[in-house]
């Protein structure tokens, strides 16, 4: 973890459009969270015209999510929300509306990863501060 | 959010099906959970015969899952299920055994929409309320 | 409950390789967690070649999530994970810096599964328990 899901219409991106989304949310996850590179993953679904709803009509709906270790303070996710919107939304060029991101975290003792569970650093205090 | 996502084997759905169950989905959360139509999001994925098990052998499993704001009582989610459930059998005629609908609760703070991230109105109390 | 979903490059698994993992998952998991294999769902997922990155980098990326029932002692979903782990590398063949396997708890009374609503075996306190 992170793992990052991006949900899109088909053809949403080129080939380098995808690899530089990729590059990018390692870059940004990086950064902000302070997680090696080689933890950061990222895998593209797509689906066909017709598949994606918003507001019950038909739309190119584009979403990324992120499955990621509980315990961030609120000021850091949002950081990262907003460094992650302001890229993906360059990338996708999909209008405000038709955008979605969302962290989903779990006690990094859940996760299994280069052959090892991470201990969970604040136990119950990482996570409440994580819902604070 | 919410965010659903429908995972069914191909031809599950016609064209019309997959637009009347978007739909429904907009109408059923929009009431029960008192969200604005435009916060609800549907994609629908789907995977070939031989892709999907249930009870370790080859079945056309049928799920739905929903990424939502957390701080909602138990009863309100159960409604959701429910009304869910009777729809979501219906328009894909799945066998009971076949079927599943699960709820997925983050912050309010954890996910970025319409250009905005969302307060945590509750914070704790919200968070605990939902798992009480 | 459990939803594994297995979301791989496209022809990491022949047929019978991902019936053989279907048929472990569910092995796996009804007997480290005591679930009856009814309740045992897995769909897999696939990307084509240049949709699945690590570390920023186009790679094969070979991730499992499972969505399950909050409230098992974090030395159980160790062991989940770990017999997991040696499983589905076993089956893809994937080195291990590409492998990454996740779980992700909901409360029981947030999925609807053979009709039936499950409550909440221990509440709060099972919750916090998951995350000590």
Known sequence: MPFYTSITQEGTFSDEERAWVADQIMRIHTEVM???????????????PGYGFTAGKAAASTNLTCLMRIGHPVEVKATLLRRL???????TGAPTEQL????????????????????DPGGDDAFMSAHG
């Open 34 to 48: 302070e997680v090696p590179p080689a933890f950061v993953r990222t895998v593209f679904l797509t689906f066909p």
């Open 85 to 91: 919107w302001a890229m993906y939304q360059e990338a």
């Open 100 to 119: 979605m991101i969302a962290l989903q975290e779990i006690p990094a003792s859940s996760a299994m990863e280069l052959g090892k569970i991470m201990p």
